[in-house]
């Protein structure tokens, strides 16, 4: 079993940057590949950014592609989510997940966390 809690959501002008962690608990931390998802109201949920369990390999949905950038520090048991260049349509709230080995397109994701609001205004 593992557990994440995120946090570091928040209002932000746009432009503006923010830093979203994941803590997960457990000492299997490494097992798991980590992923950033958000939804927004009325849309769906959708990935934001992936990282395999070394960090070595990462993925980016096309909409965030080189604004945010995913990284993990498997020591601390966090994965993190960099978000510089916010805009407005980037508002939703940010989930984390795990998933047993290393992410894959359209792979169910085993354990999910409550996830952080993060709203950018105009």
């Known amino acids: 079993q593992v557990q994440l809690v995120e946090s570091g959501g928040g209002l932000v002008q746009a432009g503006g940057s923010l830093r979203l962690s994941c803590a997960a608990s457990?000492?299997?931390?490494?097992?798991?590949?980590m992923g950033w998802f958000r939804q927004a109201p009325g849309k769906e949920h959708n990935v934001v950014a992936t990282?395999?369990?070394?960090?070595?390999?990462?993925y980016y949905a096309d909409s965030v592609k080189g604004r945010f950038t995913i990284s993990r520090d498997n020591a601390k048991n966090t994965v993190y989510l960099q978000m510089n260049s916010l805009k407005p349509e980037d508002t939703a709230v940010y989930y984390c997940?795990?998933?047993?080995?290393?992410?894959?397109?359209?792979?169910?994701?085993?354990?999910w966390g409550q996830g952080t609001q993060v709203t950018v205004s105009s």
């Open positions: 457990g000492r299997t931390f490494s097992r798991y590949g």
């Open positions: 997940a795990a998933v047993v080995g290393d992410p894959h397109p359209g792979l169910e994701y085993d354990y």
């Open positions: 990282i395999s369990k070394s960090g070595g390999s990462t």
